[in-house]
Each structure stands twice: as structure tokens, then as C-alpha cells.
């Protein structure tokens, strides 16, 4: 098992915390360059969509979240999926197109999701997960099951449809949902300042009647902060929050892209504000570790990823005899 | 300069860079389309030859984006817009379906939409099942819309030169593991065109009939090499444009073959290929057949992620070779 328990609560609220958020951050970090790395060595098939860079935003936003609260992910949704607490092994397995893989080898890098610990499902189609939210948070509403849905997208996302209209429903049936952006400055080739007119993207709530905030989405803390008052927001059925946090997605955009639309210079710039090590300085400021704590911590998320890999790579591969099968949920009787 | 090899992203990007010489009401429109040259590289280097203002990158917004071409089209410009899959064409489908599609009918004839829609499509990357479908029997279901299905980078230049040339809507199917290996054909210099809705005869034979879309023709002609060398001898047909079909070259070929397979790589269930049989079934060559018609077509499932998976979704080289010998020897 490559699980760690999951745990609610401030980043620096205690010792416990601390190690938690570090070592999310880290399990998202390292996965990821495993998956470089796979797919470098001709392991995966496919293509990926990489979050390193954006850890702390998931990392801070899950630490707000019950196990029973949900979440809808997107293409680039192995964070995610690992902040809501999935196992890494099974995510591993899907990449490689295994059996225990979580969605038995037909889904891969973009469908990827651990229904167990309430993620509703990346998807492969921006914006598709935003509706689909919304609707989640619609049957909380109607079932009085106090959950809290939160729907990840990218600033990209914000200019499809599917965005403003479920940000309208949210906002008049005073969904428990949370709108959370990670605004990494680029969709694809696309930055912000080509595809908005408006400076601040927080902004587009304004025309649904939705408070809306902006974040450093590089701070764990900073990211919980604001991600706590939006869920205590909808579980007290007081409706949506717009989070908009500023990250920046490090590698290209998926395995084919040459980064000619941005340069080295603003790549380096960035690289400087990693999550990681501006939390690790976080804690050594609150005396909550040492440093000998915290490369640990580091070294044990390298660990868990390695051991994922070794297991899920052991692992028998998805057949094709089920396919036909698996199109619908049989009808119980 | 003499014919060459190209691959279909080349040709295709040579016959939109020709359009956009030709007329400077032409051109492009969609997401990443510029400097990155589109998610397949197709338009390449156009941004830096024509410009931003002719190399329109375009927020994620399929819905606005393929509308803004419906209505500069019908104000007279000639749009080509690009979706980046064509399964994001559903974002769009209510300005391809109800308005493209049923504009110049519905006003009398008073407008025309004199738009191209390119979208790749397809399986065979790993991309899973909302980047791999065949949807080509949507388009093709909906009156108003003509529908090109390239199968290799000669046909696809001459195509979209009378897909851009043409007064209505046009959906242009690219697959994409085509976009990147050269055809067995050269491709012609100059602006050459290919009429719409005119069947081409591939290859010639007197044992059995294939009829094969996109990428199923060059799968289909492979096994039409193999099967010579058995003596079965082929005749490989591609109807290039699905709406409207041509039929004639298949009723002609049925009557000698005597036998008719059918290939496509989207889901059985309702698909195009469906169609050829159907007019087949209808047609006085009906009774020249002595075997059965034979379907070969994508499972009814979702496209699913790993190799071992996505392989066993769609027709593979040994399917149809296995299909198309079974055929002959069977029914003599
Ligand atoms: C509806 C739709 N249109 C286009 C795409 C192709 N595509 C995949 S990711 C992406 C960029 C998304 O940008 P953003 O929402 O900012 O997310 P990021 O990739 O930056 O995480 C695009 C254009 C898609 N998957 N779905
Ligand atoms: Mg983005």
C-alpha cells in the first residue's frame, strides 16, 4: 500500500500537519517525475499533463476537505487525485494499463480518480468536470449529506461555457461548492493575457454574484487559509467561492510542446518560487521541525513513489476480454 | 519542382497555405493554432508566414470559436476553423448541427456558410476515450453538412481545396496517426482539386469489393498486397467524402466481385459504413452479391487507454485480412 492517512487541518496547526502537507506535496512532486520518467523510457503510453509547480494548491485546498467531500479533477489531475489521498500504486498501475489500475487500464493519465476518497473523475475535457460539480453539490444540497464539492479547473477552463454556466447555477441555488482555479498562466499556448481582457481573473465572479479571491498558489498555507473560509462558506449553505490561485505549470504542456510561447527567462523565474522548499522554510520559521525532519519527510515520499512503481510495474496487465462488459452498470435485480 | 512526398499534416497545411494565397478572405482560426502551430503541428510555421491577424489562436472556447466562423463565414470570409479533437466538436455542436448545417436552407437561400471544419479524429495514441472517437456519422446524420474523410495526403490537399472553394459548411476528418507518415502516392504541386463527392478506386480486383474509410484504407490495402500473393485479387475503394457518397464505383465493383466488405474504424452500431450497406441493399447490384455483406467496424465500447485495450477496440490488419479471406474462400 502506497496510501498515507489523510488529515484536515492548518499546515502549521502541529507537528502532525506539518508533516502532512510536506509529505503530500512531495508524494505529488515525485510522482510526477516518475511519470516523466516512465514515459521517457518508453513504459507509458499516451501522452501526460505534469503539475510540477502546483502542488501546494491541491495539497492546501484538500486540507480543508472531510473524506466525504468531493472533488472534480481535470487533465492534468494526478495532484489532485494524490492530495485527496489516492493510492499511488493503483495511479501507477493506470499509467502502465493494469488490472488493479484505478480505472482497470481503460482510462490512463487524464481519467484517473480514486471515487473512494471523493474524486468524481478527472476528465480529458476542459471544463467538463465544472457542470458536473456543480450537479454533485446540487444532490449535497438535496440530500442534506453536508458534503462539499470542489471543482479544480485551469484559468483556460474559465473561457469554455461549461465555466459560466455552472457558475451561474451554483450561485442561484447557493450550491456547497467551491470553484477552484489554478492559475498556472497558460492554457496550453494560450497565456492570460491573450485569452482575457481583464487583468485579474477573480473578477469573472463578479458577474455571478460569487466572492471570489485571489491566492499565492505556490503557499500551502496561504492556499488553505482561503480554501477553509470557502468550505466553512458552504457547509453553512451560504453558496460558491471562486478561489483563484497563482501557480505556473514548470514543464510543457503535455509531451509534445517545445515551450515557444514563453521564455527561459520567466521558466527560471518561477522555478525560484517553488512550493516546496518556500513551505519548508514556512516550518523551520514555526520550530514545528528540523531540518533533519524534514529530508525525511522528503526522502520517504521518494521512497513511496519508488515502492508504487516497483509493485504497480509486478502488476498483471488489463485484458480486453471485459471491454464489451464494462459500457454499462448492469441493472440489479 | 516535381510531385513529392508528403505527410498529411504537410499536405494539408500546403492546401490551406495555397487558399490563403489564393484569396485573402481565407483563414485560420482555433486554439493554439499559432506560434505552438496547432496540437498536431499541422499549420506549423502559417502564423509567421501570414500573421496573427490570418492565424487566429483562439481562448478554449469550441462553442464561440466555431459560431465566430459560422458568422464571418455567412458575412464573407471564409473561415477554416480548427477544434483541437474532434471530440470537442460536441462544445460546438449547436452552431455545426443547427446553425451551419440548416442556415442556408432555412433563410430561403438568402445566406450560405461557406465554412471548413478540420478536427482530427481517431484512435491509435493512448489518448483514451474523449480524444479518440470516430464521429463522422454525426456529421454525416445531419442534413446541410458535406463530410471529407482523407485517408492519405494527395487526396487530403485536393479535397480541402474544394472544401475551402465550396459555399457550405464542410466538416474535414483528419486521423491522426496519418498526420505524421508519408502517403504511398506523391502529391501534386499547384492548387489541383478534388471534387467533392466522387468515389476513388484504389486498387483493382475481380475476387472481392473493399470499401474503407480514413485510415481504414491504408489497413485495407495492406492486406490487398498480402492476399495477391494468395491470388485473391481486390478491388479497394475510398469514398474520400462520406456526404454526399458516391455509390457508382461500388455498385460497378459489386458486380464483378460479386463481394462486398465494409470497413471503418468508429463503433458498428449506427455508424457511416452502415449506410453503404444499407444503399447497397437497395440497389439493383444487390443481386450480383453471392455472400453475405461483411462488416468489419470498432467495438461499441469507449475507447479505452492501454495499447493491449485500445488495439482490441478497432479493426487491426489482421482482422480485415482474416474477414477478407474468409470471404473469398467461403462463398464461391
Ligand atoms: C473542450 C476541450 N478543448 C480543448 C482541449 C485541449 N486542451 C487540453 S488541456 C488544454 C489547456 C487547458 O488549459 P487550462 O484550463 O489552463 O489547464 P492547464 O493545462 O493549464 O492545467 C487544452 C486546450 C480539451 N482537452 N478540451
Ligand atoms: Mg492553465
Not at chain 2, 456558410?113 to 445531419?142: D, I, K, Y
Not at chain 2, 466538416?171 to 471534387?195: A, Q, T, W
Not at chain 2, 449506410?275 to 439493383?284: F, H, R, Y
Amino acid at each position: 500500500m502506497t496510501t498515507a492517512p489523510l488529515l484536515i487541518g492548518h499546515p502549521l496547526a502541529s507537528k502532525e500537519h506539518a508533516r502532512h502537507a510536506l509529505l503530500y506535496m512531495c508524494r505529488i512532486r515525485k510522482f510526477e517525475e516518475a511519470v516523466e520518467d516512465l514515459f521517457g523510457r518508453g513504459m507509458m503510453h499516451g501522452t501526460m499533463h505534469l503539475s510540477i509547480g502546483q502542488e501546494a494548491s491541491p495539497t492546501g485546498m484538500c486540507m480543508a476537505l472531510n473524506l466525504t467531500d468531493q472533488i472534480t479533477s481535470t487533465h492534468r489531475g494526478h495532484g489532485h487525485c494524490i492530495a485527496k489521498g489516492a493510492d499511488l500504486t493503483r495511479m501507477i498501475a493506470e499509467l502502465l494499463g493494469k488490472e488493479i489500475g484505478y480505472c482497470g487500464g481503460r482510462g490512463g493519465s487524464m481519467h484517473i480518480a480514486d471515487v473512494d476518497t471523493g474524486n468524481l473523475g478527472a476528465n480529458g475535457v476542459v471544463g467538463g468536470g465544472i457542470p458536473i460539480a456543480a450537479g454533485a453539490a446540487l444532490a449535497s444540497k438535496m440530500m442534506k449529506s453536508g458534503k462539499v464539492v470542489v471543482s479544480f479547473f485551469g484559468d483556460g477552463a474559465m473561457n469554455e461555457g461549461a465555466f459560466h454556466e455552472a457558475a451561474n447555477l451554483a450561485a442561484i441555488w447557493k450550491l456547497p461548492m467551491i470553484l477552484f482555479c489554478e492559475n498556472n498562466k497558460y492554457g496550453m499556448s494560450s497565456s492570460t493575457e491573450k485569452a482575457f481582457a481583464i487583468d485579474n481573473l477573480k473578477d469573472r465572479a463578479l458577474g455571478y454574484g460569487i466572492p471570489s479571491v485571489n491566492v499565492d498558489g505556490n503557499d500551502v498555507v496561504a492556499v488553505y487559509e482561503q480554501a477553509q473560509i470557502a468550505a466553512d462558506r458552504a457547509r453553512n449553505g451560504e453558496g460558491p467561492t471562486l478561489i483563484v490561485a497563482e501557480t505556473y505549470r514548470w514543464k510543457g504542456h503535455s509531451r509534445s510542446d517545445k515551450n515557444l510561447y514563453r521564455t527561459k527567462e520567466e521558466i527560471e523565474e518561477w522555478r525560484l518560487l517553488d512550493p516546496i522548499p518556500k513551505f519548508v522554510e514556512k516550518i523551520l520559521e514555526s520550530k514545528l521541525m528540523e531540518q533533519s525532519e524534514i529530508d525525511a519527510i522528503q526522502a520517504e515520499a521518494q521512497d513511496q513513489v519508488i515502492a508504487a512503481v516497483n509493485e504497480a510495474v509486478k502488476a498483471k496487465s488489463a485484458e480486453p476480454s471485459g471491454l464489451l462488459a464494462a459500457v454499462f452498470k448492469e441493472i440489479s435485480a | 519542382m516535381s510531385d513529392r512526398m508528403l505527410t498529411m499534416a504537410e499536405a494539408v497545411r500546403e492546401a490551406m497555405s495555397i487558399a490563403f494565397d489564393e484569396r485573402p478572405e481565407v483563414f485560420l482560426l482555433g486554439e493554439d493554432v499559432g506560434i505552438y502551430g496547432g496540437a498536431f503541428g499541422v499549420s506549423a510555421d502559417m502564423y509567421h508566414r501570414y500573421g496573427a491577424e490570418r492565424v487566429l489562436d483562439t481562448p478554449i472556447a469550441e462553442l464561440g470559436i466555431v459560431g465566430a466562423a459560422v458568422g464571418a463565414a455567412l458575412a464573407g470570409m471564409r473561415p477554416i476553423v480548427e477544434i483541437q479533437f474532434s471530440d470537442f466538436t460536441a462544445q460546438a455542436m449547436d452552431q455545426i448541427a443547427n446553425q451551419a448545417a440548416k442556415i442556408h436552407f432555412m433563410l430561403g437561400g438568402a445566406l450560405h456558410v461557406p465554412m471548413v471544419l478540420r478536427t482530427p479524429q481517431g484512435s491509435g495514441t493512448g489518448a483514451a476515450a474523449q480524444h479518440s472517437q470516430n464521429l463522422e456519422p454525426w456529421f454525416a446524420s445531419v442534413p446541410g453538412l458535406k463530410v471529407v474523410v482523407p485517408s492519405n495526403p494527395a487526396d487530403a490537399k485536393g479535397l480541402l481545396l474544394s472544401a475551402i472553394d465550396d459555399p457550405n459548411p464542410v466538416i474535414f476528418l483528419e486521423h491522426k496517426l496519418l498526420y505524421k507518415i508519408p502517403g504511398r502516392d506523391s502529391v501534386p504541386v499547384g492548387s489541383g482539386r478534388i471534387p467533392l463527392g466522387v468515389a476513388k478506386v484504389v486498387r483493382e480486383g475481380k475476387d472481392l469489393t473493399i470499401v474503407a474509410t480514413g485510415i481504414m484504407v491504408n489497413k485495407s490495402w495492406e492486406v490487398c498486397e498480402k492476399l495477391a500473393a494468395e491470388g485473391i485479387s481486390i478491388t479497394l475503394i475510398d469514398p474520400r467524402t462520406i456526404s454526399p457518397l458516391d455509390m457508382q464505383p461500388v455498385y460497378e465493383s459489386v458486380e464483378k466481385t460479386g463481394r462486398l466488405l465494409v470497413v471503418q474504424e468508429g463503433p458498428s452500431h449506427a455508424g457511416f459504413i452502415n449506410e453503404v450497406i444499407a444503399q447497397m441493399a437497395g440497389s439493383s447490384s444487390f443481386g450480383s452479391l453471392i455472400a453475405p455483406i461483411k462488416r468489419l467496424a470498432g467495438m461499441n465500447i469507449p475507447i479505452p487507454y492501454a495499447p493491449q485495450l485500445e488495439k482490441a477496440a478497432v479493426p487491426q490488419i489482421e482482422d480485415i485480412e482474416i474477414a477478407a479471406r474468409d470471404i473469398v474462400k467461403n462463398w464461391r
